[in-house]
C-alpha cells in the first residue's frame, strides 16, 4: 500500500460514524383532504411527524416528507396528485377516501399507506382487508355498528326525537348507502323513521335549517367537514339535537359525537410507514380498522337547544364540554 492509499485511509478514519453512514433522505409523500391551515389537519401532521421520529425517521435528517392539503376541493386534490407522482416519492400517505382515489388512479407501483378512510373493500382499494393485495394498505374509521349507536345516541335526547335526518354529500361519501342501511336497521328497533337530506353546496345546507322535526345525523365525509361552519350555522338555527362523526364539530358548538381517534391512526399509519421503507411489501400488511373511539358530549349547546341528555350517556361522555 503507498502512502497516498494510507493518507486516505487515515482520512476515512478519521470522519464521524454518522456521515460514514449517511444515506440520501427518504422521501414520503402526504395528500390530505382538509386545508393545510385546518386544526384538525395540523393536528394529524404534528402526530405523524412525531410518530415517526419515534421510529427513528426525523425530517430535514432523514426523511424528506412533501406535504399537499386538498381543502376539500376535488379538483384541487387531483392536481396535487399529479405533484407528488412526478415526485416520485418513496411511499405515500392518502388521508382521507379522495386522495387514495387520486392516488391510485396515478400510480400501481409507489406504496400508499392510507387513514381515515370509510369501506376500503367495496371503493375497490383493496382485495380484502387480511390481504390488500396491490400497493395499497392503511386504517379505516369506521366499524359495522358505529351508525347504529349515532342513531341511538339521538334517542338519548329529551324532548323525544321520533325522526333523524341523515346528512352527506353523494358526490363525495360514495360509502352512505352501506351506513345507510346500518342505520335503518337500528331505526327499526328504536321506532325512529330515518329520512336521507343530500347536501352539497351551501344553499342545501342552509335549508336543513327548516328541519324542525327531527335530530340529524352527520355522516363521515370530507364535505361535511370542510363546511362545518355553515353546517352547525343551519343546525343551531334549527334548534333540534345532533349527532356528529368527529369530536371537531362538538369543539366548536355540536352537541355530541361519537367518533375514532383520527390522530391515532395518523400514528398508527407512522407504523406501516416504517415498515414498508423498512422492505415490507404493503400487500402482506393487514388493513386495520380502528380501535380506539371518543364520545364527547357539549352540555353549553343542550342548554341552548333546550334539550337533556341522557345520564346514561353522560356517565360513558369521554370528554363533556360545560
Known sequence: ????????????AALPAPVLAQQPARRLGVLSVTAADDAIGQTRSMVLVEALAVLGWKERDNLKIHWRAGGGDRARIAQLADELIALKPDILLAVGTPSVEELRRRTMTIPIVFAVVTDPVSQGFVE???HPGGNITGFT???GPLAGKWLEMLTQVTPKISRAFVVYNPATAPFAPLMLRTIEDAARTLHVTVEPAPVNDAASIAALASRRDGGFLILPDFFTMASRVHLLAAINEARVPAVFWSHTFVKE????SYSTDSAEQL??????IDRILKGAPPAELPVQNPTKFELAVNLKTARVLGVTLSPALLAIADDVIE
Not at 358548538?253 to 355530541?256: K, R, V
Not at 400514528?267 to 406501516?272: H, K, P, Q, V
Request: charged share 25%.
Open 1 to 12: 500500500m503507498n502512502r497516498r492509499e494510507l493518507l486516505a485511509l487515515g482520512m476515512i
Open 128 to 130: 380484502n382487508l387480511a
Open 141 to 143: 374509521d369506521y366499524d
Open 253 to 256: 358548538g355540536g352537541l355530541m
Open 267 to 272: 400514528r398508527r399509519a407512522a407504523g406501516y
